[in-house]
T-cell receptor, first 111, second 114 residues
């Protein structure tokens, strides 16, 4: 089984809808991250969490919120989706080193 | 602040020929540097990482990268490309003292021709 899982893997939604992307990990790591990937821009950090009680904004947090329900679970919400949030979203985890472990990604399309 | 520039958005090579992917970085700290690979419809996989030990870093699948502080570069090479190397590659720098926050380059897409 994969160490970092994301659900759903693909989602199409309409402008204005609320949507939640979920991430679970079995690596026992404290630190979790949400990124979005856009062509030519690499991955950009949306939010990160160093433990259950610690949530921090990344470089592009506007329009997004997160919840760290447990050490193993970190969800990303779009309260009112808009078309420019169409992207590939990745969850990642790490422990005490820089190395991060990535999930398989969620492809989100907002129409 | 830190940044990463991948100098080529696309690289095309023939199978069996060398691959060179170029990366320049800027960082206020002694950086940790990484190369990740993303195969189509897959997540990111770590190829190799530099963390201030040897400047020539060997990774998986025959890849290696050389850290050159004077040139602020961390180029990725492979002596002989294989069809399975067709993927997108990301150069990444760690924000070091600010925690595990990573800054990604824009990516280089590699096409391998038979």
């Amino acid at each position: 089984d994969a160490d970092v899982t994301q659900t759903p893997r693909n989602r199409i939604t309409k402008t204005g809808k609320r949507i939640m992307l979920e991430c679970s990990q079995t690596k026992g790591h404290d630190r979790m991250y949400w990124y979005r990937q856009d062509p030519g821009l690499g991955l950009r950090l949306i939010y990160y969490s160093f433990d259950v009680k610690d949530i921090n904004k990344g470089e592009i947090s506007d329009g997004y919120s997160v919840s760290r329900q447990a050490q193993a679970k970190f969800s990303l919400s779009l309260e009112s989706a808009i078309p420019n949030q169409t992207a590939l979203y990745f969850c990642a985890t790490s422990q005490d080193t820089d190395e991060q472990y990535f999930g398989p990604g969620t492809r989100l399309t907002v129409t | 602040a830190q940044s990463v520039t991948q100098l080529d958005s696309h690289v095309s090579v023939s199978e069996g020929t060398p691959v060179l992917l170029r990366c320049n970085y800027s960082s206020s700290y002694s950086p940790s540097l990484f190369w990740y690979v993303q195969h189509p419809n897959k997540g990111l996989q770590l190829l190799l990482k530099y963390t201030s030990a040897a400047t020539l870093v060997k990774g998986i699948n025959g890849f290696e990268a050389e850290f050159k502080k004077s040139e602020t570069s961390f180029h990725l090479t492979k002596p002989s490309a294989h069809m399975s190397d067709a993927a997108e590659y990301f150069c990444v720098v760690s924000q070091g003292a600010a925690g595990n926050k990573l800054t990604f380059g824009g990516g280089t897409r590699v096409l391998v021709k038979p």
